[in-house]
């Protein structure tokens, strides 16, 4: 497995032979203006749109917020197998495939199944719509989370009891805030050490960190949370990083 990070929640993922693309933006620095919330891009991506080579899938984990879909990732969907909440099949069509709780969707030989999230505190929901995590799976390649837009350790508790042989965990931290919500949307830093360690996985990918003013937490806060653990993988912007991991069996023991 191979994980580039192109920047904010956007990372391209090789794996079991598929290229997929987490939460796709790729638009040059600015500002989006909405009806409650103004959210302020500052870093563009480390791998221009143009420069993408084919890709084979799209997990988002939602659509209504640009610093998880902008204007270049729209478009980016409208041509790619997508798989995100059943709110956003509706909305997008195809080839946006939308998902319920645990749904399983099978590409090629990955399957990929639909993990709950909430972005925010409970009854955010109806302020910044439905969210979704994802697990990949494959035969003879590691089990894959990734937590999307969730800020619920109860939700990653579900999820560790449900597949409790996680390899990976994709966490997007960052501790997001908006002047309309006073709690945080994504993981804080402490919160994603907290999930690694419910979900007992032996490799991190930290996302959500950086490149808008509404992360109030930085990588660098992710980092000291990890501190004392090799559990952070370091992944700069734009490098492709091979992941490998020692067998489960022998990091148990």
């Known amino acids: 497995m191979t994980v580039t990070y192109v920047g ?5 993922l090789e794996y079991a032979g598929l290229r997929i693309l987490l939460d796709p933006t ?11 919330d103004t959210l302020t891009k500052t870093t563009g991506p480390g791998v221009a749109v143009d420069d993408l080579d084919e890709l084979d ?10 610093d998880n879909l902008d204007y270049s990732g729209r478009e980016l969907v409208r041509r790619t197998l997508t798989l995100s909440t059943a709110k956003a099949g509706v909305d997008l069509g ?14 090629e030989a990955v399957t990929v199944t639909a993990a709950p999230a909430l972005h925010g505190p409970p009854g955010a929901e109806r302020l910044v719509g439905p969210v979704i995590g994802f697990l990949l799976e494959a035969p003879d390649e590691p089990t894959v989370y990734v937590s999307g837009d969730n ?28 002047p309309s919500i006073d709690a945080a949307l994504t993981l804080t830093s402490r919160d994603a050490a907290k999930a690694a360690q419910i979900l007992g996985a032996p490799l991190v990918v930290g996302l ?46």
């Open 8 to 12: 904010g929640p956007t990372a391209i």
């Open 26 to 36: 790729f638009d040059a620095p600015q500002t989006y203006e909405s009806d409650e």
């Open 57 to 66: 899938l799209i997990l988002l984990s939602h659509h209504e917020h640009e």
């Open 94 to 107: 195809k080839p946006v495939i939308g998902l319920d709780c645990w749904e399983e969707h099978r590409v």
């Open 151 to 178: 800020a619920s350790l109860e939700l990653v508790q579900q999820i560790a009891d449900r597949f409790p042989a996680i390899d990976i965990a994709v966490l997007f931290a960052g501790a997001a805030r908006v």
């Open 208 to 253: 959500h960190t950086e490149d808008w003013e509404h992360f109030s937490e930085s990588r660098a806060q992710l980092e000291d949370a990890f501190a004392g653990t090799d559990l952070l993988l370091d992944t700069p912007r734009g490098v492709p990083v091979v992941v490998e991991l020692s067998p489960r069996v022998e990091l148990a023991g």
